[in-house]
């Protein structure tokens, strides 16, 4: 089974902040990787696919980055309604879920 | 914009077989995948599995052999039989739209495994 990482599990930022989440992956997993947002009692919401494309109606102060087997949400200018925990996935073999990075408010 | 919507009791006893439905609106439920994904403290999200609106199914081997997904399409409506719960089953499942990346998901129904 391919593990997913996340780095840190918790995050305290404020408004305005530059965030970086980190995820590894246990094995090579190309480009196959997505990141989630989830708000409490909520689902999770797709936001980048395939490692840095953005999906439809996402604000562009989200951003994904890949480095080999590490990848990287960043969100630009953190706004009241990130505050919010995400998820990173890999979808190159089978499909598995990183444990989530809280970001609260510091 | 698809919507999705799960249904089902919320507690079912141990040794039993849970299941859930998901129904889906506001788009064609073919030439689609449907997922099902649970989440909970102990195992995070989870993916069970998923299927092709034509029927065919992929299931995550941990729980292949108490797994079945179906479709109905006429109904716009796909399911979940999960047999033999146990505690560890215990989650909120969520349906979504996709076969690798999900979206929409539906808002999620928490089921809780009794002894």
């Known amino acids: 089974d391919i593990q997913m990482t996340q780095s840190p599990s918790t995050l305290s930022a404020s408004v305005g902040d530059r965030v970086t989440i980190t995820c590894r992956a246990s094995?090579?997993?190309?480009?196959?990787l997505a990141w989630y947002q989830q708000k409490p009692g909520k689902a999770p919401k797709l936001l980048i696919y395939e490692a840095s494309n953005l999906e439809g109606g996402v604000p562009s102060r989200f951003s994904g980055s890949e480095s080999g087997t590490e990848f990287t949400l960043t969100i630009s200018g953190l706004q009241p309604d990130d505050f919010a925990t995400y998820f990173c996935?890999?979808?190159?073999?089978?499909?598995?879920f990183g444990q989530g990075t809280k970001v609260e408010i510091k | 914009q698809v919507q999705l919507q799960e249904s089902g009791p919320g507690l079912v006893k141990s040794s039993e077989t849970l299941s859930l439905t998901c129904t889906v609106s506001g788009g064609s439920i073919s030439s689609n995948y449907w997922t099902w994904i649970r989440q909970s403290p102990g195992m995070g999200l989870e993916w069970i599995g998923n299927?092709?609106?034509?029927?065919?199914?992929n299931y995550n081997p941990s729980l292949q052999s108490r797994v079945t997904i179906s479709v109905d399409t006429s109904k716009t409506q796909f399911s979940l039989r999960l047999t033999s719960v146990t505690a560890a089953d215990t989650a909120v499942y969520y349906c979504a739209k996709g076969r690798a990346t999900y979206g929409p998901w539906g808002q999620g129904i928490l089921v809780t495994v009794s002894s």
């Open positions: 094995q090579s997993i190309n480009s196959w």
């Open positions: 996935q890999q979808y190159d073999t089978l499909y598995t």
């Open positions: 299927i092709y609106y034509s029927g065919n199914t």
